[in-house]
């Protein structure tokens, strides 16, 4: 007889064995279908290495989805899923695939097989944000039934291939072609896509004309052309979209960039459903109608940098959308009367376009959730206070809402809108999945520019649970991708631009596995020594963590939960790669320039093709981890139209570095010397440019918290962006100012020579008025179009001898020769602002926020169409103090100046000094120190 010991082992056997046979009687997948997916699994690893059993549709694998008798695979979802290599041509065998989505896997790459084409019942096929190049199979075309066709954000190039089909039309309501390298013309027969909502074409290298078949396209919400190399002009065929899309809600046109030429349809502006129209960049001409029954819809229209010369209102008191109408000849000269500055201003142009602004949840700062989460790596979701890695799903909506994007309300109605869908979808499911609305979190939104905002959602695992299962995560990133989340007004059009799974997802558990009996039998003895290595392992990791938190306070920089983390205000971080990527790896011909803080590249991110300013820090000029750390919480906090804004930063492989946005005009510096173009400053440009720069500088002295001393204001220091607004730089290397007292004793010598304050060689203190010194020399450099230090020694010395030996109106001998026949009342009044600034004594200095005024005052209407308009933290400080009253240079308030403008400065006119105005007051020491 056998002992009960070997009967119990024998029973196990028999057992396991039972098991087996039926699991590999309940193995009903089509072989061939098993057989590709093993190939997939093999050539792209990633999160397929959780595809295990014997059966992919009774087993339940990951992403894979089967007809109602799981016979044959007909979807695949495989989202942000980590798979890399190439896609085999043994795809093509799942012949009953019906989706296709294999969307947000950077490393998958090489060219698309042409067995794709086999796929004859595809009706969704995504492909999108990947690494895929070479061109797109003609096989393709034979896919008659595809109704989604996205492979955006590739480096797919070549011409388009045309469809194969006998049909007349396609049957696509979606066609996502944006952000590669495809040539050619536009192929007429995408035309033929009367159900099309989306058709994105732009940033590819399309030429030729707009296919008149555009015209069929009768269902279009969103027609976006925009950077290809596109002729010809507005095809007639445009007004028969509108008519048609009075049916269908055409939302937006999009075609900057695209050399059109030619007059606007007179009624382009009427479609009731346009939300925004965006020309900027061609060659448009004529006249720009205002009808009277202007889209109630519309929102914002682009049209700068065209031929428009004449704005046709039919209802002068009709409330007019954003209207952009600047480097136009209507904007120009006299036109500029009759167009008015509402529709010349960059104001509007500005907010948002070029500037990284991040609103984040009334809830991000709960203080009422206590600091628990133990992993850097964790996210306190503020509604429920506990911590978590979430899924991440970052949206791209289209509707002009960027004036609006700091209104939380806003916000609020996406996350319920975003809820009220997932559960829905989740309730269709078997079994439903429980959600609930303190599981999301609209956690930030940023312009991209003024006709995109991107919004970056999270979405918790349930309460109790730091991962969402598996199963979960790969529902919901494919309900996004696929535009089952559900959006209305004001949010549409919207699409999804990222998706970050839920870190370190858990697996999915579906009850209990066919082969649980067969682990736990062989499993139960490994797992107490798996326990064992696992602790072992965790406090090794332990200590690692703590020995890397001592040595580098960015460690605990992740989320912020943790006590140290910085407070973040759109500040992005990139690592060592990303910037070398960016650069061309640091290719000295993208170097823009160098300084005493290292050196400035010009920097390409791939994914959007937006340039950036690269500062890398040379090795002396580096900080240590906790200074770099202030210094990014610091510029995270500063928005302002007229001052260069921090995209993001390097903290990586010992660099420090700071991201800027790209400002391509060059530096005041550059204008005034000649060295940017041919071209000279007029006086209304310097005027408007001084004008700017005030006024960033009087943000960060008064608006900022806390505020800044900038402590080198210097004309190479003031940049000039496409629209010459002025924009200040290297703010970086301030101070933050005690909100009690603003100098600060400095040992090291900062700033420039030849725009210090003279008060900080015998003080070595900056304060506020430090910067108004510098800046008073920036007006003197306007002024004369000089250097500060020259052959003729310094500009303000040189000022003090002119006017010592021949009075105030011997300094217009320094006039720069390009200002001749500028009113003499502007010069004067431009003089007396800068010789206050750079008064001996601090305090007989105005402060910024008093140059602003004045400079407003004399520029007049003017400064309307200086970047931003008036600033509303200064209107508001105007109504909360008294404005100081201006230091009286001049000689018994100007009584010589005449009302008119027509006394003008003449090159040799030595009279004009004579009997000119300008009188000294004498409250400085004119003599050289």
């Given at each position: 007889m056998y002992g009960g010991g070997s009967m119990r082992a024998w029973l196990s056997v028999a057992l396991v064995v039972a098991c087996l046979g039926w699991t590999l009687s309940a193995a009903v997948t089509d072989p061939g279908d098993v057989k590709v997916l093993l190939k997939l699994k093999k050539a792209w690893g990633g999160g397929l290495s959780l595809w295990s059993g014997l059966d992919p549709c009774y087993d339940g694998w990951l992403g894979v989805f089967c007809d109602d008798k799981n016979t044959r695979v007909t979807s695949l979802y495989l989202i942000s899923a980590d798979l890399a290599g190439t896609i085999p041509p043994e795809i093509g065998s799942l012949s009953a695939l019906v989706n296709l989505d294999l969307s947000f896997n950077t490393n998958l790459k090489g060219q698309l097989p042409s067995e794709l084409g086999s796929l004859t019942n595809l009706l969704y096929l995504a492909l999108n944000n990947n690494g895929f190049s070479g061109e797109l199979p003609s096989a393709l075309g034979a896919l008659s039934k595809l109704?989604?066709?996205?492979?955006?954000?590739?480096?797919?190039?070549?011409?388009?291939?045309?469809?194969?089909?006998?049909?007349?039309?396609?049957?696509?309501?979606?066609?996502?072609?944006?952000?590669?390298?495809?040539?050619?013309?536009?192929?007429?027969?995408?035309?033929?896509?009367?159900?099309?909502?989306?058709?994105?074409?732009?940033?590819?290298?399309?030429?030729?004309?707009?296919?008149?078949?555009?015209?069929?396209?009768?269902?279009?919400?969103?027609?976006?052309?925009?950077?290809?190399?596109?002729?010809?002009?507005?095809?007639?065929?445009?007004?028969?979209?509108?008519?048609?899309?009075?049916?269908?809600?055409?939302?937006?046109?999009?075609?900057?960039?695209?050399?059109?030429?030619?007059?606007?349809?007179?009624?382009?502006?009427?479609?009731?459903?346009?939300?925004?129209?965006?020309?900027?960049?061609?060659?448009?001409?004529?006249?720009?109608?205002?009808?009277?029954?202007?889209?109630?819809?519309?929102?914002?229209?682009?049209?700068?940098?065209?031929?428009?010369?004449?704005?046709?209102?039919?209802?002068?008191?009709?409330?007019?959308?954003?209207?952009?109408?600047?480097?136009?000849?209507?904007?120009?000269?006299?036109?500029?009367?009759?167009?008015?500055?509402?529709?010349?201003?960059?104001?509007?142009?500005?907010?948002?376009?070029?500037?990284?602004?991040t609103w984040i949840s009334s809830l991000t700062t709960n203080n009422s959730c206590p600091s628990l989460c133990r992993n850097a790596n964790h996210v306190l979701n503020p509604y429920t206070c506990h911590c978590g890695y979430p899924l991440v799903v970052t949206l791209e909506i289209r509707a002009p809402i960027s004036s609006i994007v700091n209104d939380t309300s806003l916000w609020d109605l996406l996350k319920a809108q975003t809820y009220d869908s997932l559960r829905n979808l989740t309730s269709q499911i078997k079994p439903p999945l429980e959600l609930d609305s303190e599981q999301l979190w609209v956690y930030q939104a940023q312009h991209a520019n003024h006709s995109k905002v991107h919004v970056r959602l999270y979405i918790f695992a349930p309460v109790g649970a730091e991962v969402m299962d598996r199963r979960t995560d790969n529902l919901i990133k494919g309900w996004f991708t696929t535009q089952k989340v559900e959006y209305t007004s004001p949010f549409k059009p919207e699409f999804v631009i990222d998706i970050e799974p839920s870190q370190e997802a858990g697996s999915v558990t579906f009850g209990v596995s066919k082969l649980a009996i067969i682990g736990i039998a062989t499993g139960a003895g490994a797992l107490l020594a798996l326990l064992g290595f696992l602790v072992s392992v965790a406090l090794r990791q332990k200590r690692r963590f703590e020995e890397e938190r001592k040595n580098n306070p960015f460690g605990a920089w992740a989320k912020a939960e943790d006590?140290?983390?910085?407070?973040?205000?759109?500040?992005?971080?990139?690592?060592?790669?990303?910037?070398?990527?960016?650069?061309?790896?640091?290719?000295?011909?993208?170097?823009?320039?160098?300084?005493?803080?290292?050196?400035?590249?010009?920097?390409?991110?791939?994914?959007?093709?937006?340039?950036?300013?690269?500062?890398?820090?040379?090795?002396?000029?580096?900080?240590?981890?906790?200074?770099?750390?202030?210094?990014?919480?610091?510029?995270?906090?500063?928005?302002?139209?007229?001052?260069?804004?921090?995209?993001?930063?390097?903290?990586?492989?010992?660099?420090?570095?700071?991201?800027?946005?790209?400002?391509?005009?060059?530096?005041?510096?550059?204008?005034?010397?000649?060295?940017?173009?041919?071209?000279?400053?007029?006086?209304?440009?310097?005027?408007?440019?001084?004008?700017?720069?005030?006024?960033?500088?009087?943000?960060?002295?008064?608006?900022?918290?806390?505020?800044?001393?900038?402590?080198?204001?210097?004309?190479?220091?003031?940049?000039?962006?496409?629209?010459?607004?002025?924009?200040?730089?290297?703010?970086?290397?301030?101070?933050?100012?005690?909100?009690?007292?603003?100098?600060?004793?400095?040992?090291?010598?900062?700033?420039?020579?030849?725009?210090?304050?003279?008060?900080?060689?015998?003080?070595?203190?900056?304060?506020?008025?430090?910067?108004?010194?510098?800046?008073?020399?920036?007006?003197?450099?306007?002024?004369?179009?000089?250097?500060?230090?020259?052959?003729?020694?310094?500009?303000?010395?040189?000022?003090?001898?002119?006017?010592?030996?021949?009075?105030?109106?011997?300094?217009?001998?320094?006039?720069?020769?390009?200002?001749?026949?500028?009113?003499?009342?502007?010069?004067?009044?431009?003089?007396?602002?800068?010789?206050?600034?750079?008064?001996?004594?601090?305090?007989?200095?105005?402060?910024?926020?008093?140059?602003?005024?004045?400079?407003?005052?004399?520029?007049?209407?003017?400064?309307?169409l200086s970047s931003g308009g008036e600033d509303p933290f200064i209107a508001q400080m105007a109504k909360a103090k008294k404005p100081r009253v201006p230091l009286q240079i001049f000689s018994s308030a100007l009584e010589d100046f005449r009302p008119t403008s027509e006394r003008r400065l003449q090159p040799s006119a030595s009279s004009h000094r004579s009997s000119s105005s300008f009188k000294y007051s004498g409250r400085f020491n004119p003599s050289p120190r």
């Open positions: 109704k989604w066709f996205d492979v955006a954000y590739n480096k797919l190039e070549g011409s388009l291939p045309v469809s194969t089909s006998s049909k007349d039309s396609l049957g696509l309501d979606t066609c996502h072609l944006n952000d590669n390298q495809f040539s050619g013309i536009i192929p007429p027969e995408l035309g033929n896509a009367a159900k099309c909502l989306h058709m994105l074409l732009e940033a590819n290298s399309f030429t030729g004309p707009i296919p008149e078949s555009f015209g069929n396209l009768s269902s279009l919400q969103i027609l976006s052309l925009h950077y290809n190399q596109l002729a010809g002009p507005i095809p007639s065929t445009l007004s028969k979209i509108i008519k048609f899309g009075k049916y269908a809600g055409l939302h937006q046109i999009k075609c900057e960039n695209c050399s059109w030429v030619g007059p606007l349809p007179a009624d382009i502006l009427a479609y009731p459903s346009l939300q925004g129209l965006y020309l900027q960049h061609n060659r448009l001409n004529g006249s720009l109608t205002i009808p009277v029954n202007l889209g109630k819809k519309l929102q914002y229209v682009s049209l700068q940098n065209n031929g428009i010369s004449v704005v046709n209102p039919q209802n002068p008191n009709a409330e007019l959308p954003q209207i952009q109408l600047e480097d136009n000849p209507i904007c120009s000269g006299e036109g500029l009367l009759r167009a008015g500055p509402t529709l010349c201003s960059t104001e509007a142009n500005s907010n948002g376009a070029n500037e990284i602004l006590g140290n983390a910085p407070q973040l205000k759109g500040a992005r971080w990139f690592t060592f790669n990303d910037m070398r990527r960016m650069t061309n790896d640091f290719d000295d011909d993208n170097m823009l320039g160098a300084g005493g803080y290292g050196k400035v590249y010009k920097g390409v991110m791939a994914e959007t093709g937006v340039i950036l300013a690269v500062k890398r820090a040379q090795e002396g000029s580096k900080q240590g981890a906790d200074e770099f750390k202030n210094e990014i919480e610091l510029l995270s906090r500063v928005h302002h139209n007229n001052l260069v804004g921090l995209v993001g930063f390097c903290y990586d492989k010992a660099e420090q570095m700071l991201v800027y946005e790209f400002v391509p005009n060059g530096s005041l510096t550059d204008w005034l010397r000649g060295l940017k173009s041919n071209q000279p400053l007029d006086w209304d440009r310097r005027l408007l440019i001084a004008l700017g720069a005030a006024r960033g500088l009087t943000y960060l002295h008064e608006n900022a918290e806390p505020p800044i001393i900038h402590r080198d204001v210097k004309s190479c220091n003031i940049l000039l962006d496409m629209s010459m607004n002025a924009k200040v730089a290297d703010f970086g290397l301030s101070v933050m100012v005690s909100s009690v007292n603003d100098n600060k004793r400095d040992e090291t010598i900062r700033g420039t020579m030849g725009y210090l304050d003279p008060e900080y060689y015998a003080t070595n203190i900056m304060s506020s008025k430090s910067d108004v010194y510098s800046f008073g020399v920036v007006l003197l450099e306007i002024f004369t179009g000089r250097p500060p230090v020259s052959r003729e020694g310094h500009i303000v010395t040189e000022f003090r001898k002119i006017i010592a030996k021949s009075g105030v109106t011997g300094v217009f001998e320094l006039l720069d020769l390009v200002l001749v026949g500028t009113p003499v009342h502007d010069l004067d009044t431009f003089l007396k602002i800068a010789l206050e600034c750079v008064e001996d004594t601090p305090t007989e200095r105005p402060s910024m926020y008093e140059v602003v005024k004045q400079l407003e005052a004399l520029i007049g209407p003017k400064s309307l």
